[in-house]
């Protein structure tokens, strides 16, 4: 013997407007919150480009120095070797130790200053 056909699915109108409600409200939610996790990897995107290029500014000078000592140094050597007495030794390496000494100390303080100067424009664009 047949079953009797199941009866038809039926929401009552009042529920369905209420379901359509809360998937729309859902929805617009979801939305909004995408919007904002987009809104935040932009600007942390944005940070981090600044960031890697005041890096890469302190990164070239201190390439830039290194060579200069190095430099510095080749000078400093060639010149020991053509000294004729213990004072021209003796007056090169003081002339070069105060030079090396005002070099560095003048390096310190301007990739000090870059590097201060990188902090304050990252957190700059964090507002």
Not at 20 to 45: L, Y
Not at 66 to 85: C, G, I, L, M, P
Request: net charge negative; no cysteine.
């Amino acid at each position: 013997m047949p079953k009797d056909p199941a009866p038809p699915f039926g929401v009552p109108p009042d529920m369905r407007v209420l379901a359509e409600q809360s998937v729309e409200q859902a929805k617009t939610a979801f939305n909004t919150f995408i919007n904002a996790a987009h809104d935040a990897v932009g600007r942390m995107d944005a940070q981090a480009k600044v960031a890697q290029e005041g890096a890469r500014g302190v990164s070239d000078k201190a390439v830039t120095y290194a060579e200069r000592n190095v430099a510095a140094a080749f000078d400093y050597a060639q010149k020991v070797v053509r000294a004729t007495s213990v004072q021209d030794l003796v007056k090169l390496q003081t002339e070069f130790i105060q030079s090396q000494m005002q070099a560095l100390g003048e390096q310190a303080k301007d990739l000090g200053e870059t590097a201060a100067k990188n902090v304050i424009d990252v957190t700059r664009r964090q507002d």
